[in-house]
């Protein structure tokens, strides 16, 4: 067998699926009989109940966490510790439930320790097997799937180039035309050239293909439609390549507009359910931080006035999420005189327009404690890019100029925290470096978000940010 064919790695996931269904169901008989030693009966429904429920979510849950393909099982690290996060999610679920409904005390906390670390022993001893097999498969070249080309012209070319990198796991073993020519090399990059695609069906037999990717011109339709017709009886997956504008959107995966098949460019950073939880998230810890830190703003204020003339506040037009201008509020840390909208020159070190109040206030964060009214009128988040004023720049260029990424910042809410501050990425962007990594933070925040990623920045904000490194 020349290659491992779809049908195989079907048959593994789903020999992955069932097992991973089974061995919570085993393991709880397992540790009944350590803790009890006997079997529940029947009319005991609780215990077949719970048993049934954690094989039907944790199918559900591992299957979301993206457990069952051939990329991921070839992953062991990422496995273990998918499979550790949505085996206790199963676990936290039906813990919830029973007390929900008044059970809990029905299951033994012995048990369920028991039961939990087994059926955890049992997911990654299974996935350790399943890597091995895999891990030996590779080696032996059978992961590797056998495809042909049909197609002679640039966009053919183009395929056979970008298929014959090793990480893709393909194997271009023949081209094959439409059309005949004299003129035909007999290769195209080493892989030769074999025949028509008339001659195809007999090659896809000897060969035992496992796709065949046609790689002609889209403007040609009638051609096109041609070759398919032709390879329709062949029961292969037959795909058509992108035109050459799509080679360079490889990155992209697939969706649809009304049935009709497109290329997804860019997707919103977060879904309308990552939105609302992080709204949630949002509103939930803004409120319970301007309960806890009232009494300190109501202290500052005082200082604030008894300090210099001048309002306590002091509001600043920036850009927030969609490039759109929002008036952020903070506690005024210059000198009345100072406090302009546009803001050409960054606090600098010792800089004199800041009062001395102002020189504690920034040194700690306390002067962005009021943006918490920010989230809570929705323009802005807890975490997240933090705002820049207008104006600002990076040494003697603006950073809109000095970063071509630097828009994609305001895909999402800024933040009164976020992934480049708690780096150390905050302060005075004197160099282009700076505001580059700074950028590239906020960049890899929003593509990576997550509520337990705004949890661990909130943390890392007290042991970082709060100890006044890079401000002034």
């Known amino acids: 067998m020349k290659g491992l064919k779809s049908y195989t790695e079907a048959k593994l996931l789903w020999m992955a699926r069932l097992a991973d269904a089974l061995i919570p169901v085993l393991f709880a008989f397992v540790a009944l009989l350590i803790y009890d030693s006997t079997i529940p009966s029947l009319e005991d429904g609780r215990f077949y109940v719970a048993i049934v429920a954690a094989s039907l979510l944790t199918a559900n849950i591992f299957h979301n966490l993206?457990?069952?393909?051939?990329?991921?099982?070839?992953?062991?690290?990422?496995?273990l510790s998918r499979m550790l996060l949505g085996w206790t999610a199963v676990i936290a679920l039906l813990l919830f439930a029973a007390f929900a409904v008044?059970?809990?005390?029905?299951?033994?906390?012995?048990?369920?320790?028991?039961?939990?670390f087994g059926t955890l022993f049992g997911f990654f001893i299974t996935r350790i097997v399943i890597h091995e097999i895999l891990r030996r498969w590779a080696e032996a070249g059978r992961l590797v799937r056998d495809v042909v080309v049909v197609g002679t012209g640039v966009q053919g070319r183009r395929l056979i180039e970008y298929l014959q990198r090793p990480s893709l796991g393909f194997r271009v073993i023949g081209v094959f035309d439409d059309r005949k020519s004299a003129e035909q090399p007999a290769d195209i990059g080493g892989i030769p050239i074999m025949g028509t695609v008339d001659d195809l069906p007999a090659f896809s037999i000897a060969?035992?293909?496992?796709?065949?990717?046609?790689?002609?011109?889209?403007?040609?339709?009638?051609?096109?439609a041609d070759v398919m017709t032709r390879l329709s009886a062949l029961p292969l997956d037959i795909r058509l390549a992108p035109d050459l504008v799509g080679f360079a959107l490889a990155h992209c995966d697939y969706g649809d507009v009304g049935g009709l098949p497109v290329l997804n460019i860019f997707e919103k950073p977060l879904?309308?359910?990552?939105?609302?939880?992080?709204?949630?998230?949002?509103?939930?810890?803004?409120?319970?931080?301007?309960?806890?830190?009232?009494?300190?703003?109501?202290?500052v204020a005082v200082l604030i006035k008894l300090g210099s003339p001048g309002p306590v506040f002091f509001r600043q037009t920036r850009f927030g999420f969609n490039n759109?201008?929002?008036?952020?509020?903070?506690?005024?840390?210059?000198?009345?005189?100072?406090?302009?909208?546009?803001?050409?020159?960054?606090?600098?070190?010792?800089?004199?327009?800041?009062?001395?109040?102002?020189?504690w206030l920034r040194k700690t964060s306390v002067d962005e404690m009021p943006q918490l009214i920010n989230v809570l009128q929705g323009t802005m988040s807890v975490v997240g890019p933090r705002p820049h004023a207008e104006g600002t720049r990076a040494g003697a260029v603006l950073?809109?100029?000095?970063?071509?990424?630097?828009?994609?910042?305001?895909?999402?809410?800024?933040?009164?925290?976020?992934?480049?501050?708690?780096?150390?990425?905050?302060?005075?962007?004197?160099?282009?470096?700076?505001?580059?990594r700074r950028v590239d933070h906020d960049l890899y925040y929003i593509e990576h978000w997550s509520l337990l990623f705004d949890i661990k920045i909130?943390?890392?904000?007290?042991?970082?940010?709060?100890?006044?490194?890079?401000?002034?």
Request: with cysteine.
């Open 458 to 472: 909130v943390l890392m904000t007290i042991f970082t940010v709060m100890r006044g490194r890079n401000a002034w």
């Open 399 to 436: 950073f809109e100029e000095a970063v071509s990424e630097y828009a994609a910042r305001h895909r999402v809410k800024p933040g009164l925290t976020g992934w480049a501050q708690v780096n150390g990425w905050r302060g005075e962007t004197d160099t282009l470096e700076k505001i580059q």
């Open 102 to 116: 008044k059970v809990s005390s029905s299951f033994s906390r012995i048990w369920i320790i028991f039961w939990y």
């Open 324 to 359: 759109r201008p929002i008036s952020v509020w903070k506690f005024r840390t210059m000198y009345i005189e100072d406090c302009t909208d546009v803001i050409e020159t960054q606090t600098l070190r010792d800089d004199p327009r800041v009062t001395p109040i102002g020189r």
């Open 207 to 224: 060969q035992q293909l496992d796709q065949i990717v046609v790689a002609l011109p889209w403007t040609d339709e009638r051609r096109i």
């Open 66 to 79: 993206g457990l069952y393909t051939i990329a991921a099982l070839t992953n062991l690290q990422r496995q």
């Open 271 to 299: 879904s309308e359910e990552k939105l609302m939880l992080k709204r949630i998230e949002d509103v939930a810890v803004a409120a319970a931080l301007l309960v806890v830190f009232s009494p300190i703003m109501l202290v």
